[in-house]
C-alpha cells in the first residue's frame, strides 16, 4: 500500500476519533444542563443556565411596565392573568387557542426548556409561579422550574438586569391538555361522595379553613366535605418568600402525612394549592397529586355540600367586618 494512502486513512481514523469524543461531549453537556434544570432552581443557577443558552425565561410579574423598565436579560413576560381563568371563576383553566397565541407571540414551545419568575415579593407570590408551571407542564412543556425568590430574589443577588426588548420568533402552536394532574368538580364530588375527604388537602390560609373567611368571588365561607388542612405558608422559610430546601420540605411531608398518593390539593381559585401541588408533586416526588384549579369558589357556587359553613347570623356578621375592614383598610 503506497504510503501516502495510509497515512489518509490514519487521518480519517482519528478525525472520527475526534468527532465521536465531540458529539459524546456535546451530549454530556446536554445531560447535565438538563439534569441541572430541577423544579426549583437560585439564580446563580439560572444565570449559568443562560450562558450555556439551555433556558429561556419567562416572567410573570404583576406590573407590565416594572418589566419594562427592569428585568432578567433575555426575558420574556406574560402577565398571570393570561394563565388564569375569567374574574367569576379565576381558577377555571385558561381557553387553550388564546393560551397558544399568547405562548406562541413569545416563542414558547414545549420543546424549550423554561424558568418561571414571579415577583418574589411574598409567599403567596409563589402561588402564581407553581400554578404557571402547573399549566404549562399540562399542555406538553416537560423542562420547567421556579426562580426561587423570584425577581425580586435575583435582583437583591446582585445579578446584571436589563431594559432591552427581547426579540422573540413568533411560532405557531396547538396546544393539547393532560388531566393527569387536574382534578374538576366532578372528580371531587366523586370522592366526596365515597367518603374521601381525607385525600383532599386544604391549602388556606387558618381563618378560611376554619370558615371564618372567603374570597370575593366564593358564595360563602367553607371548605370540602372531610378534608384536611396543610396551609401552603409552612412551606416558606419564616419571614422570607423562599421555599425550603429539598431536605427540610421531604422531612415535613412525612412528618404531617403527606405523602399519600392520589392527594387532591385545593384552595379559593387554585393558586395557593398550586404551591402545595408542586411541592408535594414535583420536589417531594409524591405520586399522582392533583390540583383542583376551580377550588371553592366553583364549588362553593355550585352549591355543592361544605363543611365549616357559618350559621346565617354569623356569615351576616362576618360580612359586615369585612365590609367595615374595607372601608377602614
Known amino acids: ?29 446536554a445531560i447535565t444542563q438538563a ?19 439551555a433556558v429561556k425565561v419567562l416572567e410573570i410579574r404583576s406590573d407590565p411596565e416594572a418589566f419594562a423598565k427592569d428585568h ?5 413576560h406574560i402577565p398571570y ?33 423554561v424558568v418561571v419568575v414571579h415577583d418574589g415579593v411574598t409567599t403567596s407570590d409563589f402561588g402564581a409561579a407553581a400554578r404557571v408551571y402547573w399549566t404549562l407542564k399540562s399542555v406538553g412543556f416537560t423542562e420547567l422550574a421556579i426562580l426561587n425568590g423570584g425577581f425580586r430574589g435575583y435582583q437583591k443577588d446582585g445579578f446584571q438586569r436589563s431594559a432591552e426588548v427581547t426579540q422573540s ?21 366523586a370522592r366526596v361522595d365515597a367518603g374521601e375527604g381525607a385525600s383532599l388537602i386544604d391549602a388556606r390560609l387558618d381563618a378560611f379553613f376554619a370558615g371564618k373567611a372567603w374570597h370575593g368571588a366564593a358564595a360563602k365561607p367553607g371548605i370540602l366535605p372531610g378534608a384536611t388542612h396543610f396551609s401552603f405558608e409552612a412551606f416558606f422559610d419564616e419571614n422570607t418568600p423562599l421555599l425550603k430546601d429539598q431536605a427540610e420540605i421531604q422531612q415535613i411531608v412525612a412528618d404531617e402525612g403527606l405523602d399519600q ?12 394549592a398550586a404551591t402545595n401541588w ?14 383542583y384549579a376551580a377550588s371553592m369558589v366553583e364549588w362553593s357556587n355550585a352549591d355543592r355540600p361544605m363543611d365549616n359553613v357559618p ?14 375592614n374595607g372601608l377602614v383598610n
Not at 316 to 324: N, P, S
Open 72 to 76: 432578567i436579560p433575555g426575558a420574556v
Open 169 to 189: 420568533e413568533p411560532v405557531e402552536l396547538s396546544l393539547g391538555f393532560n388531566p393527569a394532574w387536574y382534578a374538576d368538580t366532578e372528580a371531587v364530588a
Open 81 to 113: 392573568g393570561e394563565f388564569r381563568g375569567p374574574k367569576g371563576n379565576p381558577g377555571a383553566l385558561p381557553d387553550l387557542k388564546a393560551l397558544a397565541t399568547t405562548l406562541g407571540s413569545r416563542g414558547l414551545t414545549p420543546e424549550d426548556a
Open 1 to 29: 500500500m503506497p504510503p501516502n494512502i495510509g497515512a489518509f486513512e490514519g487521518g480519517l481514523h482519528m478525525n472520527r476519533l475526534k468527532s465521536l469524543i465531540a458529539s459524546t461531549a456535546l451530549t454530556l453537556s
Open 261 to 272: 398518593p392520589s392527594t387532591v390539593s385545593y384552595c379559593n381559585t387554585g393558586h395557593w
Open 278 to 291: 408542586f411541592v408535594l408533586s414535583e420536589v417531594a416526588e409524591v405520586r399522582d397529586v392533583r390540583l
Open 311 to 324: 350559621s346565617n347570623l354569623e356569615f351576616a356578621v362576618l360580612k359586615t367586618q369585612k365590609w367595615f
Open 35 to 53: 439534569a441541572t434544570l430541577t423544579p426549583v432552581i437560585d439564580a446563580f443557577t439560572l444565570t449559568d443556565l443562560q450562558e450555556q443558552g
